[in-house]
């Protein structure tokens, strides 16, 4: 595996489910994001974790809560989501926290019925 | 409140029909700007860092330039596989990590 990888690709679940997304990069980063990408919206920036130690939370609702256990990985897990929490989730890394070329993964279609 | 527009929101070309994507921003001070190409149903491809006003990068038929106040994609002589949303983002000042403020893409469609 190359890059940044996320699995699922895609998600149906109703809103008093739990499940978790995955991310892992195999480019030795040592910062990693989580984004909502919603349409015909910018991309939000959840999520940043840098060297395993959450950076920022931009403001996110407790039904989404993240998980760094070590530089490569990131989960991000749901639980009672709402419908308009539908979205692509995109993770992406970075050298550190200070690179600003961010490298992204092919996203989670989320679908919350 | 900073911003970042991009403009048009769609772009349809036909193939070799030059054209530019505008990008303007609002921001308190910039420490860059980026450019990304996000193909359907896979994450955002960087292309390109400007840093400072008057700079300028090229890569195949793409070329961005900055001005103090906007961000230009220019492609040239597009192919249909040209065909992508792109993205322009800017990282402020104020913030002292990698934080990306995105504007909402333009989705350029370049027929045959």
């Known amino acids: 595996e190359t890059g940044v990888t996320q699995t699922p690709r895609h998600l149906v679940m109703g809103m008093t489910n739990k499940k978790s997304l995955k991310c892992e990069q195999h480019?030795?980063?040592?910062?990693m994001y989580w984004y909502k990408q919603s349409a015909k919206k910018p991309l939000e920036l959840m999520f940043v974790y840098s060297l395993e130690e959450r950076v920022e939370n931009n403001s996110v609702p407790s039904r989404f809560s993240p998980e760094c256990p070590n530089s490569s990985h990131l989960f991000l897990h749901l639980h009672t989501l709402q419908p308009e929490d539908s979205a692509l989730y995109l993770c992406?890394?970075?050298?550190?926290?200070?690179?600003?070329?961010?490298?992204f993964g092919p996203g989670t279609r989320l679908t919350v019925t | 409140e900073d911003q970042v527009t991009q403009s048009p929101e769609a772009l349809r070309l036909q193939e070799g029909e030059s054209s530019s994507l505008n990008c303007s921003y609002t921001v308190s001070g910039l420490r860059g700007l980026f450019w990304y190409r996000q193909d359907p149903g896979k994450g955002p491809e960087f292309l390109f860092t400007?840093?400072?006003a008057g700079e300028e990068k090229e890569k195949e038929r793409l070329k961005a330039t900055l001005t103090k106040k906007e961000s230009f994609l220019h492609i040239t002589a597009p192919k249909p596989e040209d065909s992508a949303t792109y993205l322009c983002a800017v990282h402020r000042t104020a913030d002292s990590w990698g934080k990306l403020q995105f504007g909402a893409g333009t989705q350029v469609v370049v027929t045959p």
């Open positions: 992406a890394s970075s050298q550190d926290w200070s690179s600003y070329e961010q490298y």
């Open positions: 480019l030795g980063h040592n910062a």
């Open positions: 400007l840093y400072s």
